[in-house]
Structure formats: structure tokens, C-alpha cells
T-cell receptor
Framework: EDKVVQSPLSLVVHEGDTVTLNCSYE??????LLWYKQEKKAPTFLFML????IEKKSGRLSSILDKKELFSILNITATQTGDSAVYLC???????????????FGQGTILTVHP | NAGVMQNPRHLVRRRGQEARLRCSPM?????VYWYRQLPEEGLKFMVY????????ESGMPKERFSAEFPKEGPSILRIQQVVRGDSAAYFC???????????FGSGTQLSVL
């Protein structure tokens, strides 16, 4: 059974701080890893990573994957109060080389950014 | 282009009643997924449907739960004879093709009294 573990479970920082969120995984036939941000309710897509060592960036957010050590990190620099959310990491089920939206999610990291 | 629409946002049912949760995927998306988020737990896959077909229902409880995605109209997640343990947030997600990148709705919060 696929397994995704995120750490820390919660994090409290002040505006301007940099944070690093961790995601480790154990999956059969790895294909990709996804990061989502969940504010209030609807998870919104952030990144999908498939290759080791290639950093994905979007503004102050960046993510990188290490397929050898089976983990990914999500970095947020110069945090703002609007970054307060639950950050979710997920891996898709891979059936005979095909992945679809059957995702195994981690428990999430609750990030709170204080002014 | 409207996102994934779910209704109702909140649903209150008494034990033994039926709950119907609706999901309209994004325009052009024919792949629909249902997930459940129990209190203090992560999102759990329930079922994957593609127009009129159930593709993967490995995450659905064996009894009382069913899902459909008819040719016309929204996808429906139906829970019969609800129990307190069914109280959770139910999320629908869609994708335009067979891949893992999903677009989620805002969820339906089901409360069973």
C-alpha cells in the first residue's frame, strides 16, 4: 500500500520567514508527486514533480524531488499571512504504467503565518 | 470557466436518512473523482468515474455508498442510511484526461445527527 508522510504536522512562523515542508513517500512504481494548498476547503494545485533534482518554482514557492531518497520538499520564502493554509503532498496510484487521479495524500502540514 | 461545483456546501442528516451529494466537473472534464476527508485525517480516495462508467471504486465502503456519473447531469455520491461515522467533508475533483492532476471542488460538509 502506498504511503505518504508529511512533516512537520504544524508550523507557526512570522511574516517574512522562510519555511520548508517535507514529504516522504513509499510507493509501488513511482510516477509523480503532487503538492496542493488547502485554504478553507478546496485544495488547489501547486506543483507536479516527476524528475529528481529539477526545481519547480512559482513566485515565492518552490519544490524539488529526490527519487533516490524518496522525498520532496516545498519551500516558501518571505512568507505572508495569505500563505496560511494546509499543504498537502500526494502520489498517484500507478497501474501498469498509467497514473490517474487515485491519489494517496499525506496528512498535511498546517502552516500559520502571523503578521 | 467555472471550476468544479459541488452542492450543497453543507448537508445535515439524521441517522438513517439518505444523503445525496452533487458534483459538476469543470467544462470539458469527463473524469470525476470523489474523496472523503474525515476529521483529523487526510483526503482518502473513494471512487473514479468516467461518463456513465465506474472505473475504480476500490475506496468505496462496500455497503450504503454508491456513485454515478450519468451522460447528462452532475455526478452523484449517494449515502443510504447514514450513520454518525459518515460525517465528513466530501470532495469532488475532475480532470480533462486520464492523468493525476486534479481540480477540486469546495466540498460538501456532511453532518449526521
Amino acid at each position: 500500500e502506498d504511503k505518504v508522510v508529511q512533516s512537520p504536522l504544524s508550523l507557526v512562523v512570522h511574516e517574512g520567514d522562510t519555511v520548508t515542508l517535507n514529504c516522504s513517500y513509499e510507493v509501488t512504481n513511482f510516477r509523480s508527486l503532487l503538492w496542493y494548498k488547502q485554504e478553507k476547503k478546496a485544495p488547489t494545485f501547486l506543483f507536479m514533480l516527476t524528475s529528481s533534482g529539477i526545481e519547480k518554482k512559482s513566485g515565492r514557492l518552490s519544490s524539488i524531488l529526490d527519487k533516490k531518497e524518496l522525498f520532496s520538499i516545498l519551500n516558501i520564502t518571505a512568507t505572508q499571512t495569505g500563505d496560511s493554509a494546509v499543504y498537502l503532498c500526494a502520489v498517484p496510484f500507478n497501474f501498469r504504467g498509467t497514473s490517474y487521479g487515485k491519489l494517496t495524500f499525506g496528512q498535511g502540514t498546517i502552516l500559520t503565518v502571523h503578521p | 470557466n467555472a471550476g468544479v461545483m459541488q452542492n450543497p456546501r453543507h448537508l445535515v442528516r439524521r441517522r438513517g436518512q439518505e444523503a445525496r451529494l452533487r458534483c459538476s466537473p469543470m467544462k470539458g472534464h469527463s473524469h470525476v473523482y470523489w474523496y472523503r476527508q474525515l476529521p483529523e485525517e487526510g483526503l482518502k480516495f473513494m471512487v473514479y468515474l468516467q461518463k456513465e462508467n465506474i472505473i475504480d471504486e476500490s475506496g468505496m465502503p462496500k455497503e450504503r455508498f454508491s456513485a454515478e456519473f450519468p451522460k447528462e447531469g452532475p455526478s452523484i455520491l449517494r449515502i443510504q442510511q447514514v450513520v454518525r461515522g459518515d460525517s465528513a467533508a466530501y470532495f469532488c475533483a475532475s480532470s480533462p484526461e486520464l492523468n493525476e492532476k486534479l481540480f477540486f471542488g469546495s466540498g460538501t460538509q456532511l453532518s449526521v445527527l
